[in-house]
């Protein structure tokens, strides 16, 4: 089983290099081990015989020891009831989003994150991502908001070495931002 990085760790704060062969089979067997993490993390019995897991919906490579630029993401659809959000992202760029911010009530979470940090990380409620998606082996282009929005640029920010708490304000950490969405 794949070992999660703790923020402990000076690579989860570091930029991660560019991924050179996207579409190599080397890169698509470790996006797949990154996904299966994800799923046994959503299974109960696989948590109960393994309590150290925590459930997860996205996984960023650094997180894995891996400080490239490509990341996983793995839920069920908030929008379309029976579907599943599913990337294999190489690559990501966001090349739009709007002025407009959410942030998710109930704070953010990380895998690599164990002590509590409570406070809104605020985020662009609508974003534009380019990437190779080695899941359906295409060059895709996302647009996603809300919640969608939210993981995606948690995950993307890991690529970059920041962690949802740096963008907690220390000062306030529940401050309002006006016209801002809560997910
Ligand atoms: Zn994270």
Redesign the pocket.
């Known amino acids: 089983m794949l070992k999660i990085v703790k923020d402990t760790a000076k690579s989860l704060h570091s930029r991660c290099a560019p991924v050179e062969d996207p579409r190599s089979p080397e890169i698509k067997a470790t996006l797949d081990e990154m996904t299966k993490y994800l799923k046994d993390s959503q299974d109960p019995a696989f948590r109960e015989k393994n309590p150290s897991v925590r459930e997860g919906v996205?996984l960023?490579a650094p997180?894995v020891g891996i400080n490239k630029r490509m990341l996983v993401i793995y839920y069920p659809s908030v929008s379309e009831e029976g579907k599943f959000v599913e990337y294999q992202l190489v690559n990501p760029l966001i090349v739009s989003q709007s002025i407009r911010q959410c942030y998710l009530a109930s704070g953010e979470g990380?895998?690599?994150?164990d002590q509590e940090h409570p406070g809104y990380a605020y985020r662009a409620y609508k974003i534009t991502v380019k990437a190779y998606d080695a899941h359906s082996g295409q060059d895709i282009e996302i647009r996603a908001f809300g919640f969608d929005a939210i993981v995606l640029q948690?995950?993307i920010d890991?690529l970059n070495g920041i962690?949802?708490y740096d963008r907690i304000d220390k000062r306030n950490p529940f401050k309002e931002i006006p016209d801002a969405v809560a997910i």
Do not use: P
């Open positions: 996205g960023a997180q990380c895998l690599s994150v948690h995950e890991h962690l949802f």
